[in-house]
């Protein structure tokens, strides 16, 4: 595998309605319980504003600010203008590897990041992994004929399991 990243990443990748950040809930505690820092990229195809237009930060970017960093007691927010709707890779550029173990994407499952597939059956959508060489492992409450890892989408401890086994693969 190419080591675009100082750290893993792994998508959470499927279609609407499968399941994709029900999963990422489940397993971010079981993670952080292993002692794993983890960063979370998701991805929308909607348009959503943060910014109260009522507050300093919004009258800063509606006045030209390219960027503005609001800080505040255990947070920090950072407003940036895109003008594009930006790839996988370039929104991994803002992630801070000193701060994180691995990073989970939820979304761009267009990309050619390592991933695995939330499948639900019931959804009447194809198999992503039929046609994407880059999904490692296939997460569905049913049971499926695949070459490839085949994960319990009821058992969050067993994917957790397989994450961290892939974490601990990819820092070798």
Same mark, same amino acid.
């Given at each position: ?10 998508? %959470? ?25 983890? =960063? ?6 909607? =348009?959503? /504003?943060?910014?109260?237009? =009522? ?5 800063? =970017? ?30 991994? /550029?803002?992630?801070?590897? *000193? *701060? ?30 039929? /046609?994407?060489?880059? %999904?490692?492992?296939? *997460? ?33």
């Amino acid at each position: 595998m190419d080591k675009k990243w100082p750290k893993p990443v792994l998508g %959470i990748a499927g279609f609407s309605g499968s399941g994709k950040t029900r999963l990422l809930s489940e397993i971010l505690p079981l993670l952080i319980e292993k002692k794993l820092r983890v =960063t979370v990229i998701k991805h929308s195809h909607h =348009t959503i /504003n943060l910014d109260d237009p =009522t507050k300093d930060s919004h009258k800063l =970017t509606a006045a030209g600010a390219s960027e503005v960093i609001l800080s505040c007691p255990n947070k920090r927010y950072h407003f940036s203008q895109q003008h594009n709707h930006d790839s996988v890779e370039e929104q991994l /550029n803002w992630v801070n590897w *000193a *701060a994180c173990d691995l990073v989970l994407v939820e979304g761009y499952r267009h990309s050619d990041i390592p991933k695995i597939e939330v499948y639900r059956e019931q959804l009447g959508k194809p198999l992503l992994s039929a /046609n994407d060489e880059s %999904i490692i492992a296939v *997460a569905s409450p049913n049971k499926l004929e695949s070459s490839l890892t085949i994960l319990d989408l009821n058992k969050p401890n067993l994917i957790s399991e397989f994450i961290v086994n892939y974490t601990n693969n990819e820092n070798l």
